[in-house]
């Protein structure tokens, strides 16, 4: 058993708070245990330069850590002036996550961006980022859905991202701080609904590991992603009850 | 009466949940209205340079925003590589207040960085950042003493900010966002308890305003700011309620 | 008495050389004792993007310091590679200053940028700046009158600013450098001729002070400025004697 | 068959120049087709600054692309004043991946700084420098090896690296610019000799892709790396031939 | 004689290698003994702001410095986010030399970009970019020669650079490495075939140069490039053969 | 003749001002007719690393702007967060200049800071800059010297620039901003006392121009910098009456 006392392909306490920004399209604070990630959707009616008539949309993100997210103090990136290249990463992988399950034409050409801002961090904030996004990602289309401006959502089917590794020579899921700077290997899977993968990035910390044992991280990855699909369908339903400016509107009647 | 319905001299409903992060020596998350700004208090043990031998401390304060803080969303500082004329103004204003109540002799050769970041702003961040500050501040410097890393507490009296202003010729407390927009004039005081001042700033927007004028905005600063005092002293109370680890230990006896 | 010998209520020199610059449209030597700032006004026929097309214009300042202008030398901020916040401070303080005496409208979309750098610096430049900036964007604004640009000249009501500061516990005005160093308090006021407030910014630099005290200073700022508006109107008429390129022009006769 | 005739599991002409810099430690210009890379390795004597005094060694990499490297010319990293995302991304990349094969005790404590730059570009240019950096590393440290500042030989086991992706529904090795612009999924593979994974870095182009497309993209990239590391043995045995200053000295002889 | 055994008025071995690049519209790899200098030409259909609806082109360029070019490991400019004073100082001197030997007018509203990299740097990068920088540049120009873009080849006489100095009191004609650290003088002459100068810049590192002296050293670099202008010929001979793609076409026929 | 009237081999009104700041340890401004450009040398006790603990000393030089120095404005430096091309070129030159002229054993473990800020510019901003800065240099080691840091003032001969340029065919001398712009060809020379060349930069701006050209030039430079050398020691002796803080002490009595 691990340290946290949870199975090995258990997830920690997941909560998601939807719409928690006043002025945001869409938004979510995601908790995955003591992580803790505000994430915000913006709607903008410019596309980047290469979509500019092309009717097509995109979507972009953002990655940002409070300086005491952490443990100890991490220097404020405006203040030094550049983003690491580990923010980098990050929020180049959590743009192309969001994107694999948008249909472009259907969002038309506009922009959404995404804001992952890390309140709190213990392990895992690029995955609560993704899965945190596709909600506020959602809502914010929803928005779109609900004035018309959008025909139809372009959301084709939903994204999660959930870690693993190799900790004590054992596959577990979802790793917190403590297990991640013990790990042998940490993964990161992005699954799509229905099985498909999305994006995998998998690291030996120390020696290379086996194709066997990477298939099993596989096997967590598609038993943690399956249980929070299920928790995004409810953070949404949650969000429109009582929403009115959410709500999808009747069909046009014909004239 | 204001448009809010609240009266000349009132406060928005004011909130301070101290000790809302994991890991900061000191924190709080303050609510001015809808404005929400988290204040970490960092300890680090050593000193700028033009302290370094002296026996001094010194508080340092850096402020953020995150990008969907505001109605429409402002630009991410690291990812343009600098901070804005406003961030610096705001965090040196913080500094400066937070070091006027601090006996730097007391604190000995540390600092205190202070980190405010705006979660959501609806006006009044920078007065909401330093009169949470001090609470986060207070509290990180009562956890050196009750580790008696210091031997006294070394806040010498409380601190505490707000805004006032002149809004369709009628000086009002406390602004949020719709009334600051539209202000002929615009103050941040920054006053001690006790009725010292720290720090007036009070800029005309439109013409210049009267010292009359002038006057019955540091009235109704005084007012405020009496209020917030007490606020300031629940929180802290609160916050130590139930939490051995901050509690002042029993004098050494004598040897 | 002080130990420059000035009463509390005296001014040091104050010097003004109008149109020492061989190209800007506007331009003046401002000396207040040994601080000597050199102020430019440059006329631009275009206004940042939030103005175009509204049929209004713009002032904007630029502040900077010559490495040698202080007493030990400070690194250059080109090498450096970006602003200090003080900087940043002072050029938005000069900026806001200057634009409440201008009519916007009557400008026009056209912006004028006030550049002040200081040759030399014992205590009060942003003061010089403000006070020698407005004898320069008078002078530049007169220039456009002179050639028919403008109908009428923009500028509303004189501006001028000055410092004070409690000095061993005595209120005094326009302090140099070694009176501020060793100032308990200090305090910015800009004014408008005729009385009014533009702009207040005071500081505890050790404990806070008092009300009454804080009165004490906006009286000698009164009464600095008072001289100032005078200084400034004779050396605008000095720098008009002989230049017939600024001289206004005749009215048009109706036709 | 594909576009270049070559089969599915065919890598293109791979060459490796060992030792072509007259400077280096170690070097090689390695050539997947008409992919061209210089990299060196440089030995200097010291750590950063979390190794100090630890005994232990580091490698580290950086990655740059001359601006002609590419079909359309690109834009100098050093002019912008800043490295790309995907700069950053891939340095990070092949400095992880060549640490995962250096035993850091051994080493002590000095760091190999691997310099990969990108004189042609056609696809699979950071599997190219982590294969061909291999190399570079493995001849610097036999230099140290060969004047007796190492005992031993730190490299644990050869570490290659190759792309795979899906191309009109099919799984194909080691995919040049063409193929790679029409890839539906893009995944390069880290392995280590002995069959190890070291790193994987798996993307979704359009759809997600399925667990046994994946599982077939693995097999591929066992394959590629198998041949791979045959042909960095002979490169380094041929630039060990007739190059008397990396030769392996005798063991010292007991005294 | 020289350490290198080299005549005084002795090239090193020169070579060329024109059309080394994949991509570029013209490129060539110049080899002055060991520095080897790859040089790639651009050509843009858009010219800097202040050409615009002129009718004339431009033709600008960069320098840049593998990190292990240099015997000791140079910084990379990326990495630290800024060029360095003698890249910027480098690569206007190539700009400036290779302008003044092409017909503006004839060019036509484009402009070529000249990329000089240097792969290893032995003494004289700056006169191998220029005398490289040609070669690609000439080759470039006639590929839009070829595809009737430009009616007639705009480059009015060829230009080359060499470098002289004075070492142990001799004065010595492209001095490498080695010579160069020792020399007392180091120049740079930049000359048009025919004769005329375009660009001198001597410098004395020890003490001053005699009038006599600096005359020797122009004389120097009249017999260098007399040299440098038969070379590049041949280069440029060698690369057209068997390129159908740089063949001029015959004239239009009259219609 | 000129079309200011001047001879062709004859100077603008030359002006030292020296000793102008209260408080750097040398100053001089200096004016070329309507260029004016104020230099301060400031003494530092330290040196740049790669001279620490070899006894020797550096000097080194910043150059500056004022933004409306020039006819049209020109950006500020700091405030676009780097320095230009030229900018660097320039201090770059003034640095290696002054530096030719100094003794680094006698001037022993200490740097000097020469910043050169164009206060107008009217051409010849860089000789101006050399010229002036030779004198402030002179005045602060003097004062090390009258303070008996410094046994010997380690100036060992008069340093001074000039520039020359063909204009309409002819050669002429000390070229104001108008001939610069017009000029078919522009040197600059910096000379010392006694005849030697320190540094040449001579640019065709239009045609390569001719080796007699050249010499013809470089005549004209030898006749400026002598009437410079007179001016400089005029402005030196100057300085030096009444200010006893810059008198040489007699010489040490034997114990």
């Known amino acids: 058993m691990r340290l946290s006392g949870r199975a090995v392909d258990a997830l920690r306490v997941i909560r998601f708070e939807p719409m928690v920004n ?8 995601v908790h995955f245990g003591d992580t803790k990630v505000l994430v915000t959707a913006t709607v903008e ?5 290469f ?3 092309t009717g097509k949309g995109w979507v972009t993100a953002e990655y940002g850590m409070l300086p005491r997210a952490t443990h100890s103090r991490t220097d404020r990136e405006a203040a030094k002036g550049k983003q690491q290249g580990r923010t980098v990463e990050i929020q180049r992988l959590i743009g192309r996550s969001l994107r694999a399950v948008v249909d472009m034409q259907k969002l038309g050409e506009r922009q959404i961006r995404v804001d992952a801002d890390v309140i709190q961090a213990d392990g ?3 995955t609560a980022s ?3 996004g596709y909600v506020a990602l959602w809502l914010a289309l929803q928005k779109l859905v609900a004035t018309r401006d959008l025909a139809e959502h372009p959301i084709t089917r939903a994204v999660a991202a959930i870690s693993c590794g190799l900790v004590d020579g054992e596959a577990v899921l979802d790793l917190d701080y403590d297990e991640d700077s013990r790990a042998e ?3 990161n ?10 994006e995998v990035q998998a690291t030996a910390e120390a020696d290379p590991f086996s194709p066997t044992q990477f298939r099993r991280l596989v096997e967590l990855a598609e038993i943690g992603t399956a249980r929070l699909f299920e928790l995004q369908k409810e953070a949404i339903i949650a969000a429109m009850e009582g929403r009115p400016d959410l709500a999808t509107p009747p069909p046009l009647s014909p004239e």
């Open 124 to 126: 895992g904030t690029r």
């Open 130 to 132: 993704i899965t945190g």
């Open 22 to 29: 006043k002025y945001a399209e869409g938004s979510c604070l």
């Open 45 to 49: 009616e410019k596309v980047p330069p």
């Open 185 to 187: 290997a940490d993964a």
């Open 189 to 198: 899977f992005v699954l799509a609904e229905g099985g498909g993968i999305v």
């Open 51 to 53: 979509l500019r008539n």
